[in-house]
């Protein structure tokens, strides 16, 4: 599979050949990156489908209350519904269940959900920390006697290693009475039935099993197929490709700094209609470092989208947001699609749920359209994903409509697509430096705030009073948002973002 990539990405051609598992991960990017032929197709595959033969039913490889395809947010959400509230759980992955393509940072404030809901001690979350740092800023290219670096606080302030923590819960589920993990099983389809859905997979010797269960989940990400097949192959509006490594020998790193969002550059014009390229970089342990590269898009955009592409752009530019040293050396690279989904309505306008069936993390696609991290949308949601459907599974309520309310749908969290908009780079309406002029005084009038305003942003907790006064100083600041707002968003698009901004203020609070 390298040398497939050698001339045509000879920069990931290069440091994915000093990796050990570097054709393992070149076939994982290629794979996700199929998604995009698939949400431009003209059909879309159907994989869920009512019923079957009454033999099916009884023809099974094994019965459970929950089956879960998906074993990162999946795993986590099954660790709960087994060892907490004592259901019988299957978890399955294609790849490795409790393997994760991406490490997380968050607060170790919102980590306090996952002792809240009975997962975990205080002491196994804190041995799961590879990095606490000080403090975290954010910071966008405009000339120097203007920018604006805004410290943040409380903020994305400790960095996880995914797989120990995925680790733990993995453990739990196993420990759990009736509970089963595999491994390298691909699902295929979903049965729904009255009483039960029948979830058909591939496993890792090609042989079809089947397994029942009274509701299934589906936790497979950006490229689930059956997120694909109940939004009519539109499961996502907005995208943010993302692609870094964990690597030691660069220089100039701060290992007690979380840098949140960076930019280097104006937007990068080599690409459909441009895109403005975003840095992030935080301390992983000793002496290893975390950056990111990622860019906000709309999903039909013209721009090169590809993860392939966006590793050749990232070797590329890396010397100029972080100097790799002498010593520098990859440990691993870290990747994914990180979906968003702009409601146009007063509510929840996407599908996330069908009878017996409720998807979950990025296949929900319910996360901050801005920050992107469906990990931390998860954390902050744990406690409802998890106690909600407890209670449906023992009251029976698993039809459509009583499954989406188990969900991480807020609306404060959905109207700010809007703001994500606006971080899309267009070069038809936009000036090559508009994202970061725009950003920088963002981030002029969140350091004139309390710094609960900044917080708040960055943690999804900002009410509508608190957003006014935020877009109101930007707009008295830098006048041209007013007009970029109508250019950029079109009259539709407009109206839109009132009906969302509508639902939140008369939405109930959670």
């Keep these: ?11 990931v051609y290069k440091h994915f050949s000093a990796l050990e598992d570097g054709e393992k991960y070149v076939q994982q990017i290629i794979d996700i990156d199929a998604y995009w032929e698939r949400v431009q197709g003209q059909s879309v595959e159907q994989v869920v489908v ?20 998906g074993g990162t947010l999946g795993l986590l959400h099954a660790s709960v519904m087994a060892s907490v509230h004592g259901f019988r759980v299957l978890v399955f992955d294609r790849y490795a269940v409790g393997k994760a393509t991406r490490d997380w940072n968050i607060s170790r404030e919102e980590l306090d959900s996952l002792e809240k809901v009975g997962l975990f001690t205080s002491d196994q979350v804190d041995a799961c920390i590879v990095s606490r740092y000080k403090t975290g800023w954010a910071e966008f290219s405009v000339s120097e006697d203007r920018r604006k670096r805004l410290y943040l ?13 995925l680790g733990l819960a993995l453990d739990k589920v196993t420990a759990s009475p009736g509970c089963m993990v595999a491994h390298r099983m691909t699902f295929t389809r979903v049965h729904r039935y ?10 890792s010797e090609k ?10 989940i589906d936790a497979m990400g950006i490229t689930s197929p059956v997120a694909m097949q109940l939004n009519d192959g539109r499961p996502q509006t907005h995208v943010c490709p993302t692609v870094g490594t964990i690597a030691s020998g660069l220089e100039g790193v701060d290992h007690e700094v ?4 960076v930019s280097t550059e104006p937007a990068d014009m080599s690409s459909g209609r441009g895109r403005q390229l975003i840095w992030e970089g935080f301390p992983a342990g000793r002496d290893r470092y975390i950056t990111y590269l990622f860019f906000y898009d709309e999903i039909d955009s013209p721009n090169d989208k590809s993860l392939l592409g966006l590793f050749e752009s990232y070797f590329e530019k ?15 690279p870290v990747f994914g699609i990180i979906p968003a989904y702009w409601h146009d309505g007063f509510s929840l306008s996407r599908r996330i749920a069908d009878d017996r069936i409720l998807m979950l993390g990025d ?16 954390i902050r949601n744990i406690s409802r994903l998890t106690g909600g459907l407890a209670s449906a599974l023992r009251e029976g309520r698993l039809d459509r409509s009583s499954l989406e309310q188990v969900s991480a749908y807020e609306p404060n969290v959905a109207a700010m697509a809007n703001l994500m908009k606006y971080m899309c780079y267009d070069s038809t309406t936009d000036d090559p430096n508009f994202v970061n002029e725009l950003m920088n005084e963002v981030m002029v009038v969140l350091d004139s705030l309390p710094p609960r305003y900044r917080e708040a942003m960055f943690k999804d907790r900002m009410q509508l009073g608190e957003l006014m006064v935020v877009g109101l100083n930007v707009a008295v600041r830098y006048p041209d948002v007013l007009r970029m707002t109508f250019e950029k968003l079109g009259f539709g698009g407009t109206i839109g973002m009132m009906k969302n901004l509508l639902g939140w203020a008369v939405s109930p609070v959670r």
């Design 1 to 11: 599979m390298l040398q497939t990539i050698r001339t045509s990405h000879p920069r």
């Design 50 to 69: 009512d019923g079957g033969s009454p033999a099916m039913m009884q023809d099974v490889d094994g019965e459970f209350d929950i089956i879960c395809a």
């Design 153 to 165: 606080d409380n903020v994305l302030d400790c960095a996880l290693e995914a797989d120990l923590l």
């Design 194 to 203: 009255r009483d039960c859905v029948i979830v058909e997979v591939l496993d």
């Design 207 to 216: 042989v079809t099993r089947r397994y029942r269960a009274r509701v299934f």
């Design 258 to 261: 979380g840098e949140i969002l």
């Design 318 to 332: 890396l010397p100029g947001y972080k100097m790799p040293g002498r010593d520098f050396m990859v440990e691993r």
């Design 363 to 378: 296949a929900a696609t319910l996360n901050s359209p801005l920050t992107f991290c469906g990990f931390g949308s998860f």
